[in-house]
């Protein structure tokens, strides 16, 4: 297809609000490649009234719209979906005023990722304090933006949360084993590696190049804000309690994630049971491949990409198994998602804009 016939398909408008941050360069990358999509308005406090090539250089010629303040944006007429790359708190104040202009909503945080006001209390004690949601009546309604667990709701929906990035690869890994009852729920551990942009683009002690060239460091150890979406989601899939223990750690990479998740199987479970769960969760999935005992992975094959590559490997001697679940934080743990995502909301092709690997940073 020319680029030419790609303009003349365009017909969903879309807002980047928080267009600044990684989050937000991120969607600006994929949707530029985007045949039925175009960027009606990139929103933030960082940039404004530039343009965004500016503060992307590298998108000099390809993205050259001026950004506009988040204070004094007027949604009303501009889209027909906005994204809320920006940090928790942000889109359950500001979603309301969009739905109502008609406009669908894609939320980064953690602000729309549970589905009662009580499980959001739960969450938010984990982050600064438990508090109540600001709209909770919108989480009746809001989805869970794991495409790979909830496709046929996400179409239908108006307000998807995106999921977190590490939740992302270690629910990738786990999900078919717990829906099928393979394994033995209380003795889940993640182990997981992540790069430095997944803290975002405003430096923060550790995460910024001095601290963390040449080292590797645990953090957040047994109170990460991540364990509560991943138990919830579990919980759900296995339909009993699901507890996990989880501890991230930093490591000297720009971006990607890997996962080591360890699990007990139940008793009987064979290899090929095992096999066949991956199987019927994934055959049909465009972004997620699985191998059986195949000691191949690496991050370079994920990097830049919407894919999750996993490891599962079946230990006879313990009967137990460990998946390795590999993803670049930025998409497919993040905006590549939101991507995907915002495809089957407004029903584009559900790959459409994620071909594409040319990345910042």
């Not at 719209?65 to 920006?86: I, M, Y």
């Not at 645990?218 to 759900?236: C, F, G, S």
Request: aromatic fraction near 8%.
């Amino acid at each position: 297809m020319t680029l030419t016939e790609q303009n003349n398909l365009k017909k969903h408008r879309v807002i980047i609000y928080g267009a600044g941050g990684y989050g937000g360069v991120g969607l600006v990358e994929n949707l530029l490649t985007h045949p039925t999509v175009e960027i009606s308005a990139l929103v933030s406090r960082e940039g404004a009234g530039s343009a965004y090539s500016h503060l992307y250089p590298h998108l000099k010629g390809q993205m050259d719209l001026v950004v506009e303040h988040a204070e004094s944006f007027e949604p009303k007429g501009r889209g027909d979906l906005v994204f809320f790359s920006t940090p928790d708190g942000v889109g359950q104040t500001l979603a309301k005023k969009y739905l109502d202009y008609g406009i669908k909503v894609i939320d980064f945080s953690g602000d729309f990722r549970f589905d009662n006001n009580e499980t959001y209390r739960a969450y938010s004690a984990w982050q600064q304090g438990e508090a109540d949601h600001a709209d909770a009546s919108l989480l009746n309604e809001s989805i869970y933006g794991m495409v790979e667990l909830n496709r046929d709701k996400i179409k239908e929906t108006r307000v998807v949360g995106n999921p977190g990035c590490m939740a992302v690869s270690c629910l990738l890994a786990l999900l078919p084993l717990c829906k099928e009852r393979l394994i033995k729920y209380d003795s889940i551990v993640c182990d997981v590696k992540t790069g430095i942009s997944g803290a975002g683009k405003k430096p923060k002690p550790g995460f910024h190049f001095p601290a963390a060239s040449e080292n590797a460091y645990p953090y957040k150890i047994a109170k990460h804000q991540h364990i509560y979406e991943i138990e919830k989601n579990l919980t759900d899939a296995a339909d009993t309690e699901v507890q996990i223990q989880f501890t991230p750690h930093v490591i000297p990479l720009v971006r990607g994630i890997i996962s080591t998740n360890y699990c007990k199987l139940n008793k009987d479970v064979t290899e090929e049971d095992v096999e066949m769960a991956f199987e019927k969760l994934y055959k049909n999935d465009p972004f997620v491949t699985y191998h059986m005992n195949d000691g191949t992975l690496d991050l370079s094959r994920v990097k830049g990409s919407n894919r999750c590559d996993l490891g599962v490997f079946f230990d006879r001697r313990t009967h137990s198994l460990t998946v390795t679940s590999l993803i670049d934080n930025l998409q497919k743990g993040q905006s590549g998602n939101a991507v995907q995502v915002m495809n089957l909301m407004l029903g584009c092709d559900e790959t459409a804009g994620l071909l594409n690997q040319t990345r910042y940073p």
